[in-house]
């Protein structure tokens, strides 16, 4: 019987590897394929290059653009402000969740506020914030926190008031306060769900980013493709946007992989 489970247990670890490798071919193919597709119908004039670019010119414009600096220092400013807008959603979503699940009031006071201001679509709001704050970065750290602060707020909450209410009751029948709770239980037991906030919210900082320096920027990737379009120069267009993609996939990998050591670690 044991020769039999662990024959059973092999044959599934190779049936899950074969499948991995399967999913693996299958994602790599269909991405050489479409850039493959695209240079060979640009090159043989079925589309024009001029207006869809091909992967050689946005290859080209790269080279050309990193030999002076000036497309790693647009990176750098996007990469900048989405980290700075992602650290302030992150410390004040939590500081804010904590407040709402330590006062229950006023957790039910502020509910509806944040659920009328999750669904508004921040893309009304930017043009506020211009007035407000001028055309500036802060203009674009505001457009990307509001677009993340407010769902953040919701779900962290939702996690702490949901915690093992078992738990909670020994530290109290302990004699532990509010205090212990949170320290013990309540931080420890949703950092899964905080990392996984993180991984939602690291593409809404960059999202908002972008937004924010379509309407308010003079550098930036997004202030390349606004600038790219008005002067036809869509090379630099979709530069920016493969660059973006690579950018969005580089740092959800990060938080990926910052959340599996997380659960490797505490499931040894």
């Not at 997380?262 to 040894?268: A, I, P, W």
Request: charged share 15%; with cysteine; aromatic share 12%.
């Amino acid at each position: 019987m044991p020769e039999s489970t662990s024959a059973l247990q092999q044959a599934f670890i190779e049936d899950f590897k074969r499948r991995k490798r399967h999913i693996i071919f299958w994602q790599i193919f269909i991405c050489t394929a479409f850039v493959a597709l695209w240079e060979g119908t640009t090159h043989l004039g079925i589309l024009n290059d001029f207006i869809f670019s091909s992967p050689s010119r946005i290859i080209k414009t790269f080279i050309l653009m990193a030999a002076d600096g000036t497309v790693f220092y647009h990176i750098g400013i996007t990469l900048f402000e989405t980290f700075l807008s992602f650290f302030i959603v992150l410390t004040a979503g939590i500081l804010l969740s904590v407040l709402l699940w330590w006062n229950r009031s006023i957790s039910s006071v502020l509910e509806p506020y944040l659920i009328t201001l999750n669904s508004l679509p921040k893309t009304a709001l930017a043009p506020i914030f211009i007035v407000w704050l001028g055309n500036n970065m802060k203009t674009i750290i505001v457009c990307a926190v509001s677009l993340a602060i407010f769902g953040t707020v919701i779900n962290l909450t939702t996690s702490f008031i949901q915690m093992d209410p078992d738990k909670l009751l020994l530290i109290k029948t302990l004699g532990g306060g509010r205090k212990d709770m949170l320290r013990k239980v309540i931080i420890p037991g949703s950092i899964p769900d905080i990392i996984s906030n993180m991984k939602v919210n690291i593409g809404l900082c960059l999202v908002g980013v972008i937004i924010g320096e379509f309407l308010s920027a003079n550098a930036g990737l997004g202030y390349l493709i606004v600038y790219g379009s008005q002067v036809f120069k869509l090379d630099w267009v979709l530069m920016s946007i493969v660059l973006l993609c690579i950018i969005a996939t580089a740092l959800y990998g990060l938080l990926n992989l910052i959340q599996k050591i997380y659960l490797k670690h505490h499931t040894e």
